[in-house]
């Protein structure tokens, strides 16, 4: 199975201010014939159900706003939101979708400072 | 509106059975690729299996740690998506979600709506 880690574990960032979160495979999630990254990152608010944020490493999910965005190559990846706002607060997961099991990440909680 | 009811889940003692539904709506339930994702009380988030559209051959796909105890299958007619839990241990113990593949038939899209959950308890 591949297998996903995060760091950093837990994230506290001040309101407005910039938060990153890593995320690294155990081999590559690039599909050769399409030239994607099969990576998604999820957020997931305190008693709730997780929400799609981004798909293929980078394409923003619908509705998702562009303060979120992904990036990463190879087998590196990021989240970044940009300016955090208070209905951040989440814990954030990425998940590999290239190879069955479709494995996530432990998980990175975003609080504020 | 895409929108997934969980129901199914309860308390189950250790080596028994359940049967989980996942009722679906707002959108063509034949024409997408569904998934069960589980997550144990304060962990992560594991999935656990998926299946392709009827057109496919429903093909059935399972994490290790579920497989030849658990089996998935869908009813188009009825727009419900079915996950059979046999063998049931105290490990299983979660919350599991359905969810639906963003892109059509392609399992290997990641999920963009999911149901509220429903809880699963293994204990005697």
Request: proline share 4%; with cysteine.
């Amino acid at each position: 199975d591949i297998v996903m880690t995060q760091s950093p574990d837990f994230l506290a960032v001040s309101l407005g201010e910039r938060a990153t979160i890593n995320c690294k495979s155990s081999q590559s999630v690039l599909y050769s014939s399409n030239n994607k990254h099969y990576v998604a990152w999820y957020q997931q608010k305190p008693g709730q159900r997780p929400k799609l944020l981004i798909a293929w490493a980078s394409t923003r999910a619908s509705g998702v706003p562009d303060r979120f965005s992904g990036g990463g190559s190879g087998t590196d990846f990021t989240l970044t939101i940009s300016s955090l706002q208070a209905e951040d607060v989440a814990v954030y997961y990425c998940q590999q979708h290239y190879n069955i099991p479709f494995t996530f990440g432990p998980g990175t909680k975003v609080d504020i400072k | 509106e895409v929108h997934l009811v969980e129901s199914g889940g309860g308390l189950v003692q250790p080596g028994g059975s359940l049967r989980l539904s996942c009722a679906a709506s707002g959108f063509t339930f034949s024409s997408y690729a569904m998934c069960w994702v589980r997550q144990a009380p304060g962990k992560g988030l594991e999935w656990v299996s998926g299946i392709s559209d009827s057109d496919r051959g429903d093909n059935r796909y399972y994490s290790d740690s579920v497989k030849g105890r658990y089996i998935i299958s869908r009813d188009d007619s009825k727009n419900t998506l079915y996950l059979q839990m046999n063998s049931l241990r105290a490990e299983d113990t979660a919350m599991y979600y359905c969810a639906k593949s963003s892109l059509g038939v392609d399992i290997w899209s990641p999920p963009d709506s999911w149901g509220q959950g429903t809880l699963v308890t293994v204990s005697s």
